[in-house]
């Protein structure tokens, strides 16, 4: 039996093949589940394993994805994100939009009892910590490694001069930490800001060569 694997945002998935013999009630029931995790994906909410839904359902929820849209949760997660000053625990970086990564799915870690095992991380350290170079998922345990090693690197591709004034992101925004985020939106704003200087001095072409 073959499925589909999890795909990252945006890329399409290959359809769900089966052996001969599957009836069509295990097929549709199969579908039915990859079709709901697919969905979490989109919403950004973590694929969720077995032992994501039994600690959940331990605690009263129906799955993960219900205990990751309780209350209890984002208390949780407001929490964490208080206790690391909402800077990334990956890059060291900052940002207005930061996750919560969970190291660990047990159940006393679910239930807030230890948050030693919770990392406030940013977007872009988020997907290169559960997605490799080549879009394959990372789970908890392959993970925790990437993020402990950490990412300190705060290079990024000079912004292009003539293309300032179009809100494109380059290809690697994804996967760039807040810290090569925040790196290049202020070499954005700085050339933005000589462009229009050069415009006043009509020294436009001096920028977009």
Known sequence: ???????RKNEPRAPLRFVDGVSEEIKQEITAFFLEVEGQRQKGIPFATNDQDISAQSLG??????????????RIRRRVLKR???RCLCCSGTASQMYVHHRSYTQKVL????DTQLA?????CHEFIHWDE?????DARAADPVLVQGRRNSDFLIPNGALLNELEYPPEWPRMSALQRNGWQRECD???????TAK?????SALTK
Do not use: H, P, V
């Not at 039996?1 to 795909?7: L, P, V």
């Not at 080549?134 to 990372?138: P, T, V």
């Not at 006043?200 to 436009?204: A, Q, S, V």
């Open 1 to 7: 039996m073959s499925f589909f694997a999890i795909s």
């Open 61 to 74: 929820f129906t799955n993960y994805a219900d205990y990751m849209a309780s209350k209890k949760w984002e």
């Open 84 to 86: 690391d000053c909402r």
């Open 111 to 114: 239930a807030g009892e230890d």
């Open 120 to 124: 406030s991380i940013c977007e872009g």
């Open 134 to 138: 080549s879009g394959k998922y990372r």
């Open 190 to 196: 700085r050339l933005r800001n000589l462009l229009q």
């Open 200 to 204: 006043k001095r009509g020294n436009k």
